[in-house]
């Protein structure tokens, strides 16, 4: 297989029509057939691949090329889960353009091109699937919890981190599904899965799901400064399920997918096998 065919597997799963502005290949490859693969993949990383003999390193995060300058553009992909919840769109839109503008700017000082240079010498291809991964995260995970929650309007956040931790991955972790904002005994309510789209949206965001009619969002992870924001809220929740075991599941899934294609993959880098 060569990388264009293996980026094909990821859309498909993710029901994409064309690669998202966090995903790329920055080196091409043909005649692929053993993979190292990891959450963070870097230039040590590729060097280990030299070492282990593989034919392509993929990365989940984007670490290099215009996939790193163009990440904020991604987020926009978040209006429509909101729409999904009732969040008007215009609404949506108004509410991302901050954190766009923060990750743009951040975005454009970067070194975009440390990693892929390294890889380009080293002759190694190279490539990395975030969006399409995190919305098969996403996906499978509120699937599962609404099939819990379904019939069952008296749920608790303790029953949500029961029913996560249902799922192999967050069995796997020392870094498992915690709650953040709320206690065991506090009402779910109508639950949110909150993991594609760039990264979180923020507290104004989580604010907005709340008044929508949520009661909980669950989400990969959460700074510090929206928590206790959401906290002085006081109108939803905050389930944080873990970002390498959240990772792992969309992952794991592409992962698979490739192996039915007579591939060879090697996990590492946060990956729960």
């Known amino acids: 297989m060569n990388t264009t065919e293996i980026m094909n597997i990821a859309l498909e799963l993710a029901n994409l029509e064309e690669v998202p502005f966090d995903s790329g290949i920055s080196v091409e490859g043909e005649n692929i057939k053993k993979i190292l693969i990891g959450v963070d993949m870097e230039t040590p990383e590729l060097l280990l691949a030299k070492e282990l003999d593989v034919d392509l390193v993929i990365s989940h995060h984007p670490h290099t090329g215009e996939q790193d300058v163009h990440f904020h553009k991604v987020l926009n992909v978040q209006i429509e889960k ?132 949520v009661g909980t969002i669950i989400c990969m992870h959460v700074p510090d400064d929206v928590r206790e924001e959401v906290e002085k809220q006081n109108i939803g929740n905050v389930i944080v399920a873990g970002h390498m075991a959240s990772d792992s599941i969309g992952l794991n899934i592409f992962i698979r997918e490739m192996e039915k294609k007579g591939l060879d993959v090697i996990r590492m880098s946060g990956i729960i096998e």
Do not use: C
């Not at 008296?154 to 498992?176: F, S, V």
């Open 82 to 213: 909101m729409m999904e919840f009732g969040i008007p769109i215009n609404k949506g839109q108004k509410l991302l353009k901050k954190k766009i503008g923060l990750l743009e700017r951040a975005g454009h000082v970067r070194n975009y091109d440390k990693v892929r240079s390294a890889a380009k010498l080293l002759k190694m291809p190279y490539m990395n699937i975030h969006l399409p991964a995190d919305i098969v995260t996403e996906r499978f995970v509120q699937n599962h919890i609404n099939e819990k929650v379904h019939g069952h309007p008296r749920a608790t956040l303790k029953d949500l981190i029961t029913y996560l931790n249902e799922i192999y991955e967050y069995q796997h972790t020392p870094a498992g599904p915690v709650i953040r904002v709320g206690s065991e005994s506090d009402y779910a309510g109508k639950v949110a899965v909150l993991m594609a789209g760039g990264t979180n949206g923020g507290a104004d965001v989580f604010k907005a799901y709340f008044e929508a009619g």
